[in-house]
C-alpha cells in the first residue's frame, strides 16, 4: 500500500469520523433546541400561572373589599333608621305627659321605682310640672319621702333614691328608652329589615 493510498484511507476515515462527529452534534442541537423550546414553554406557563394567580388574588381582594364596603353602608343606613325611630320614640315620649294618662303613667313609675325601697325614706327627683301629683301619690302611701330640689331634666317620669344616694332608680322616660335601646333596637332592625341584618 502506498503512502497516498494510506494517506487516503486516513481522509476518508477522518472525513467519516467528521461526519459522524457532525451528524452526533447535530442531533445534540436538535435535542437541546427541543429541551430549550420545553423550556421555555415551561417558563411561559409558570409566568402566567403566576400572573392568573396574581390577578385573581387582586381580584378577589378588589371583590372582598367592595362586599365589605357594600355591607358597611348597608348597616350605617340601618343604623341611621334605626336611630331615627328611636328620636321619634323620644319625641312621642316628651308628648306623653301633655296627655290624660300621664298621671296614671306616673303613678306606675313611682309604684316601680318604690318597689326597690321596701321602707324607709326616700329622696324623689320629679319635674317641677309633676311635684304635686308625686306629693299626692306620696301621701296615699303613709311614706316617709322628700322631694329634691334639684328639678329633673326629663321628659316625663321620676327618680327615686336613698337619702344617701346609695341606690339610685331611674325612671325617667329617657332613662326606660335607654335601657330598652339594645333589645329594641335588634326588633326595630328586623321589623325595619327582616333579613338583611
Known amino acids: 500500500m502506498a503512502l497516498e493510498d494510506i494517506l487516503k484511507a486516513l481522509e476518508e ?8 462527529i457532525y451528524v452526533g452534534a447535530r442531533q445534540r442541537a436538535k435535542e437541546i433546541h427541543a429541551e430549550s ?25 378588589i371583590i372582598y373589599s367592595a362586599s365589605l364596603k357594600s355591607k358597611n353602608l348597608l348597616i350605617k343606613a340601618q343604623e341611621e333608621t334605626v336611630d331615627e325611630a328611636f328620636m321619634v320614640a323620644r319625641e312621642r315620649l316628651s308628648l306623653l305627659s301633655k296627655t290624660p294618662e300621664y298621671s296614671r303613667i306616673l303613678e306606675v313609675l313611682l309604684e316601680e321605682c318604690l318597689d326597690f325601697f321596701p ?30 330640689e334639684k328639678e329633673l331634666e326629663a ?20 332613662s326606660r328608652l335607654k ?10 332592625s328586623e321589623a325595619l329589615f327582616g333579613d338583611e341584618l
Open 179 to 188: 335601657r330598652a335601646r339594645d333589645h329594641l333596637r335588634l326588633d326595630i
Open 119 to 148: 321602707e324607709g325614706e326616700v329622696l324623689v327627683e320629679a319635674r317641677a310640672d309633676d311635684i304635686s301629683l308625686v306629693k299626692k301619690m306620696m301621701a296615699h302611701r303613709k311614706r316617709q319621702y322628700r322631694i329634691a
Open 155 to 174: 321628659s316625663g317620669g321620676l327618680v327615686v333614691s336613698s337619702p344617701g344616694g346609695q341606690v339610685v332608680v331611674s325612671n325617667t322616660f329617657e
Open 13 to 20: 476515515k477522518a472525513e467519516a469520523r467528521i461526519e459522524t
Open 37 to 61: 423550546e420545553k423550556d421555555v414553554m415551561r417558563t411561559r406557563r409558570l409566568r402566567l400561572k403566576k400572573v392568573d394567580d396574581q390577578i385573581h388574588g387582586e381580584a378577589t381582594g
